[in-house]
């Protein structure tokens, strides 16, 4: 048996699904991966909160979510000053910190890169466990060719070249399915970036988005070719996904700069240094925001023994039309929601499961209140929400050790940067709203029940493989 899972990073389940059709309007025909979906299935899936490449890549190959292994965000800040040095104390993965990705990673937490023994992972932000001789278009300091490669897109990305883009994608899926025919691997992790660069530069539903989406249906055309000449297609798993999905944006709100007129000394990428800073703003997507105060302290306050100094901020942040939701973490079990118009309540997980419990309102249109359900009813209780498994990303990712003080998810047609992007984005995720939550996951063999997560992919890799699935793990196998 074989698993290989590719990602098209960024793609929306409609885009896909019109993709695979071959009649829809404004997508052109994906014959292979109209095959796939007729053959086995499309399914629409949740994907983890923030829905931003990098920490949405830790379910598929840790099935855990990314807040409570370490990557709380795109961005974050080092309270414990353990993981990030001075001056900044934070961190960026975008440019030169991705490569401490995998050091950031919770130890005790496996990928499946060593779990499985021969695997092959192309552009994937987590390597660890991943043999360097394995690694297309990844960063790893002992290979000169590697670091070329890394300084290549960097390159690309910090000139905002879109067409750059695809070219990289056609040059990875060379040299994956060139290197799948010839080595055979247990397991294979590609990532083609395409479809997230085009859809913010142009908005996801543009022409280049096809474009782009066009070079995952010629890779798995060709892969699928070789398995088939090769005997090897009846013992393959071939799955398509999205990390997260995307949305338009009309107006940029300039957060850090917004904190820094309220009279506050702020830090916010790229310039993380300033004189006595008292609060950090750590944009991912660039629909959410962790937000740090009290900068100056080592370990982790929660909201109770903030209010009082803090709330007025709070108040001025979701004021902003920029601001749909406030997540206020009352400890590593219970989080305070907030919505636009005064709605709030709070989010709990404890060993009877997890809660959702009204105060005023309903901030996530659940329309009841829940009291110690599983994960898989909290999924089913919101999926058909505007923030569906909200109940189980909020309460992950606000109890994580590195998550911010404030966390901000956007409004629609809002995000939370407007400088320093080499692109312009027309369109942005990180939020919780459904657009982009919800991701594509097409299989090429009909599942043993629905899949409902993005970590439910690597204990199912796992399971077909034949291999033990880790405890502990918040994904569950879906063949």
Known sequence: MSVIVLIADGARPDTLAAAASNN?????????????????????????????????????????????????????????????????????????????VDRDLEPEAPTIFELVPRTLGALSVITRGLAPSARIGTLDIRSLRSVRAAARATRTHFRGDVEGWLRIDREVREQVVTRIRAERPDFVFAALT???????????????????????????????????????????????????????????DDLAEAVAGLGHRVIAHPWVVALAPDVA????????????????????????????????????????????????????????????????AFVTIDGSG????????????????????????????????????????VAKLAGAARAGDIILSAARDWDFRA????????????????????????????????????VDVMPSALMTLGLTIPADIDGESFV
Not at 69 to 92: E, N, Q
Not at 209 to 229: K, M, W
Not at 282 to 306: I, K, Q, T
Not at 354 to 363: H, I, M, Q, T
Request: aromatic share 8%; hydrophobic share 40%.
């Open 24 to 100: 829809g309007a404004a997508t052109a025909p994906m014959p292979a991966l109209a095959r796939l979906a007729a053959e086995g299935g499309l399914f629409t899936v949740s994907s983890c909160f923030p829905s931003v490449t990098g920490p949405a890549y830790a379910p598929f190959l840790m099935g855990r979510y990314p807040g409570p292994v370490g990557l709380p965000g795109l961005r974050w800040f080092d309270r414990s000053r353990l993981a990030c040095s001075f001056p900044g104390f934070s961190r960026s993965y975008v440019g030169y910190q991705m490569a401490n």
């Open 194 to 252: 395409g479809v997230d660069k085009t859809s913010h530069a142009v908005g996801h539903d543009a022409s280049l988005v096809t474009d782009a989406l066009a070079i995952v249906d010629e890779t798995v055309a060709r892969i699928r070719d070789d398995a088939e000449s090769q005997g090897r297609w009846e013992e393959m798993h071939l799955w398509i996904a999205s990390d997260h999905g995307h949305s338009r944006v009309r107006a940029h």
């Open 281 to 344: 703003v750590m944009v991912s997507g660039n629909a959410m925001a962790h937000v740090y105060v009290e900068l100056e302290r080592r370990d982790r306050p929660f909201w109770p023994a903030l209010r009082e100094r803090w709330e007025s901020l709070a108040e001025e942040l979701a004021a902003r039309p920029s601001v749909d939701l406030m997540l206020l973490p009352h400890g590593e079990r219970s989080c305070e929601i907030r919505a636009r118009g005064g709605s709030a």
């Open 354 to 393: 997890f809660g959702y419990r009204r105060l005023n309102g309903d901030p996530l249109g659940i329309g009841r209140d829940l009291d110690g359900v599983t994960a898989a009813e909290a999924y089913d209780a919101t999926i058909a929400t505007d923030y569906p498994d909200a109940v189980v990303q």
């Open 419 to 454: 400088r320093y992007e080499p692109i312009p984005h027309v369109s942005a995720h990180g939020a919780l709203h459904r657009e982009h939550m919800l991701v594509p996951l097409l299989l090429n063999r009909l599942p043993a029940r629905p899949p409902r997560r993005t």
